[in-house]
Nanobody
């Protein structure tokens, strides 16, 4: 059982930055690919970014490319999402997720482990 706890959300002005963290309980964290998802009000949850277990291979949804960076510290069992140049349309509840296959995270279904989510609000 992998437990995931997100932190770092909050309110930021457009153009600003936030860094989200997701701490995992699993000792074998380094064997999992880790992803970030978000759900805006009235919309379905969508994939944002994924980091392969090695932290080298990453993939992003088009709307965040060049602005968001996913990284991980396997020694600390933590994955991060650095969000720069934030826009009001980035406002959402952000979730981290874990799966042993990055492809499953990118598809967005069949994922067993989720954090509870945290709110990021970007104001004008």
């Amino acid at each position: 059982q992998v437990q995931l706890v997100e932190s770092g959300g909050g309110l930021v002005q457009a153009g600003g930055s936030l860094r989200l963290s997701c701490a995992a309980s699993e000792r074998t964290f380094s064997s999992y690919s880790m992803g970030w998802f978000r759900q805006a009000p009235g919309k379905e949850r969508e994939f944002v970014a994924v980091s392969h277990w090695n932290g080298v291979t990453t993939y992003y949804t088009d709307s965040v490319k060049g602005r968001f960076t996913i990284s991980r510290d396997n020694a600390e069992n933590t994955v991060y999402l650095q969000m720069n140049s934030l826009k009001p349309e980035d406002t959402a509840v952000y979730y981290c997720a874990a799966h042993q296959r990055a492809a499953t995270l990118i598809k967005g279904y069949g994922i067993e482990y989720w954090g509870k989510g945290l709110l990021v609000t970007v104001s004008l």
